[in-house]
């Protein structure tokens, strides 16, 4: 069993940034990959970013390519989303969820945070 709990989420204008953070407790943090998906109102929730177990893997949605940078510390049971030039259509709530990044399937999930982009 792995609770994570997400932080970091808040207001910010078009063009700033953000950093989320997942703790999770426990003693399997490593053993999990780690992603970050994102559901905005009226929306399905969609892929972000996942990372491998060891951080040699990264992948990201086409969307925040080159804008988001997704990095875990396993000492920590800490998992990062690094958020840059953000865009009024990156708002949404934030989750992030421990699982498989071979098979794309996460069994573990956050309670989420809001980010808002004000344009």
């Known amino acids: 069993q792995v609770q994570l709990v997400e932080s970091g989420g808040g207001l910010v204008q078009a063009g700033g940034s953000l950093r989320l953070s997942c703790a999770a407790s426990?003693?399997?943090?490593?053993?999990?990959?780690m992603a970050w998906f994102r559901q905005a109102p009226g929306k399905e929730r969609e892929f972000v970013a996942a990372?491998?177990?060891?951080?040699?893997?990264?992948s990201y949605a086409d969307s925040v390519k080159g804008r988001f940078t997704i990095s875990r510390d396993n000492d920590d049971n800490t998992v990062y989303l690094e958020m840059n030039s953000l865009k009024p259509e990156d708002t949404a709530v934030y989750y992030c969820a421990a699982g498989s990044i071979v098979i794309m399937r996460f069994v573990y999930w956050g309670q989420g945070t809001q980010v808002t982009v004000s344009s």
């Open positions: 990372i491998s177990r060891a951080a040699v893997t990264k």
């Open positions: 426990g003693h399997t943090f490593s053993s999990y990959a």
